[in-house]
């Protein structure tokens, strides 16, 4: 296997499903010519995708609409099991909860960049500084 085989190797599936570009299957067909391995797994390839699409369509069964329709009104095609114990600890108060554990996590971040000592940056006094210019002319 050399390099252009590498290359070619992932593009096999598309040419042999007719799915490739133009330049891209010409590039491949001109690899086929000179590499019979490669050759071989593309006529291996569309054995195989000819035998797949011989196959008969699988029908779903002639109730399965009805089943689930049935089943979704009934509230039991999502029901789980009832384990006897809930992994909440407090059911009824989990909004509440996680409403104010996120209030104390945004005054805390607040806080403690307000009053940490941070990064000082520049101060501006309100002066512009004087630019020294060289005299040229001299």
């Known amino acids: 296997m050399n390099m252009v085989c590498a290359c070619v190797e992932n593009m096999l599936d598309l040419y042999a499903d007719g799915r490739l570009a133009a330049s891209q299957a010409r590039w491949v067909e001109r690899h086929l010519g000179s590499c019979p391995a490669c050759a071989e797994r593309v006529a291996s390839m569309?054995?195989?995708?000819?035998?797949l699409r011989a196959l008969p369509v699988p029908q779903p069964p002639a109730d399965l609409a009805a089943s689930i329709r049935k089943a979704v009104v009934s509230g039991r095609a999502a029901?789980?099991?009832?384990l006897g114990f809930s992994y909440?600890?407090?059911p009824a108060r989990t909004p509440s909860l996680s409403l104010a554990f996120s209030f104390?996590?945004?005054?805390?971040?607040?806080s403690s960049s307000?009053?940490?000592p941070g990064i000082p940056g520049p101060v501006w006094t309100?002066?512009?500084?004087q630019a020294n210019f060289l005299n040229l002319n001299k």
Do not use: W
């Open 126 to 129: 309100g002066r512009v500084p």
């Open 46 to 51: 569309r054995r195989l995708l000819f035998a």
């Open 114 to 116: 307000l009053l940490g």
């Open 104 to 110: 104390l996590a945004f005054i805390f971040s607040l």
């Open 88 to 90: 909440e600890l407090f």
């Open 79 to 82: 029901a789980e099991p009832d």
